[in-house]
């Protein structure tokens, strides 16, 4: 039996934590030079039907420290869909790879693809969601407060991928999540329904970011234009006027809020640079914790198909 990580629901409020927990041991031995080839001679196909910078190469590094080899599927390589099937990439990708990493634009592809993949598939973004990254940002906030429970996150900007993750999130785990998004931006409504009906979380979509930042523990945004909305860039840009971190929203934050970003950013837009390099930003850990929670999660993952890795 394979496990799957497609989304954030796909683990038990346990698992989030103990995920978390093999995140920072895995970190700690990363600085320390320890080295576990958990998966030695393993083999991940990372495809890439988008642009990236983390994910790639969070994985790609991530695998190389496990002992194993990544190799890397652009856009142009595969053609998901069109060039060929996307049940066929998935049975023929795990006839030589023992995991697979795919970023995607439809979530039903990447749905597919675990269906018919008989290796692990890892779900490194899709216009519906992006786990990964959510995993990644609940282990900084946990490491910098100790917990996530009760804290106070404000999503500031559009109700797209980053924000449904945050809604499965805490459809598991108890925070409140507010999200400030300008009217006709809401996120995914079954997600949204899903998170309230678990009744953990205290939840809130309001479209004052200035209401919204009232005492926030974390001021989380991310780019206002997706990657595949480029068409709608324009109005877009207009749309979110006002739906920026910058020192003014940040004012009316907790004294010691967090600022977060999953990144790429860009200044002046949805953030300012002062704040995004300001001493409440915590960006940089937030990224670097792409690669230690994803390693924790193929541990999980591996662990669930089988393997006996005690870390
Ligand atoms: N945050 C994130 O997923 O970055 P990339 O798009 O560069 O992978
Ligand atoms: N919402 C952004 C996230 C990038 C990591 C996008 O989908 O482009």
Redesign the pocket.
Known sequence: MKRDFIAVTDFSKDEIYETFRIAKQLKADVKAGKEHHYFANQTMAMVFA?P?L??RVSFETGMAQFGGHALYLGPNDISIGSRESVKDIARVISRYNNWIMARLFKHEHMLEMAKYASSPVING?T?YN?PC?IMADMLTIHEHRGTVEGQKVVFIG?G???CNSFLNFASIVPYHFVLATPEGYDPDPTTLERARAAGLSKIEVIHDPVEAAKDADVLYT??W????QEAEKLKRLNDFQGFQINDELLSHAKSDALVMH???AHYGEEITEEVLDGPHSVVFDEAENRMHAQKAIMVMLGNGSGANIQV
Do not use: I
């Not at 234009?225 to 595949?228: E, K, L, P, V």
């Open positions: 988008k990236s983390r994910t973004l216009d992006h990254q559009d797209n991928n980053v991310d780019v234009t997706s990657m595949g999953c990144l790429p």
